[in-house]
């Protein structure tokens, strides 16, 4: 099975800062990856699909690039309300894995 | 409005038997792939497998193949997930979500509220 290692597992950074969390799969997968950010205590939700198509109503400064194996989850300028845990996740052919997580905090 | 309806937390005992529900609402619940998606406490997501409710073809992650079963109920617009042993290691919260488009199996970007399982003795 396919592989999904995110990095870093946390980062604290400040308001306005330029937010890059990378993902990288083990073989390639095109371009079927998705993020994910998951607040505490809530439903996960759906920010990037693949890889770099911005869900609707998701805020610009979220961002998604990479194709094969390498992929990045940029935040152009971080916000009080992104504290939250992010995943990326492959689909397409199963199982559809999730990476570990990023939590993001403000410094 | 399109939404997944889960059914209420639980709380069993090692061994025994459970069966949570997700009903779909608001779209064609036929042709969208239903998943689930395990969140042990204080943990990270974990894709447990995927139901097609038109056939009711099923992929399961290894690590899920043999400890749940997934299934479907067209007639009534609901996922199930089941399991008939359960253990200490199956606290967690159980998510159903559906992914975006009609018959792809994609990202995820509808999502049930939740379903928390509690198993100890």
């Known amino acids: 099975d396919i592989q999904m290692t995110q990095s870093p597992s946390s980062l604290s950074a400040s308001v306005g800062d330029r937010v890059t969390i990378t993902c990288r799969a083990s073989?390639?997968?095109?371009?079927?990856l998705a993020w994910y950010q998951q607040k505490p205590g809530s439903v996960p939700k759906l920010l990037i699909y693949d890889a770099s198509t911005l869900q609707s109503g998701v805020p610009s400064r979220f961002s998604g690039s990479g194709s094969g194996t390498d992929f990045t989850l940029t935040i152009s300028s971080l916000q009080p309300e992104d504290v939250a845990t992010y995943y990326c996740?492959?689909?397409?052919?199963?199982?559809?894995?999730f990476g570990h997580g990023t939590e993001v905090e403000i410094k | 409005e399109v939404q997944l309806v889960q059914s209420g937390a639980e709380v069993k005992k090692p061994g025994e038997s459970l069966t949570i529900s997700c009903q779909g609402s608001?779209?064609?619940?036929?042709?969208?792939?239903i998943g689930w998606v395990r969140q042990m406490p204080e943990k990270g997501l974990e894709w447990m497998g995927i139901i097609f409710p038109h056939d009711s073809r099923t992929k399961y992650s290894p690590s899920f193949q043999g400890q749940v079963t997934i299934s479907v109920d067209r007639s009534i617009n609901t996922a199930y997930l089941q399991w008939t042993n359960l253990k200490a290691s199956d606290t967690a919260i159980y998510y159903c979500?559906?992914?975006?488009?009609?018959?792809?199996?994609?990202?995820?970007?509808?999502w049930g509220q939740g379903t928390m399982v509690t198993v100890s003795s």
């Open positions: 073989q390639g997968i095109n371009n079927y």
């Open positions: 996740q492959k689909y397409k052919s199963a199982p559809w894995t």
């Open positions: 608001g779209y064609d619940f036929t042709f969208y792939w």
């Open positions: 979500a559906r992914p975006r488009y009609s018959t792809w199996e994609g990202a995820f970007n509808i």
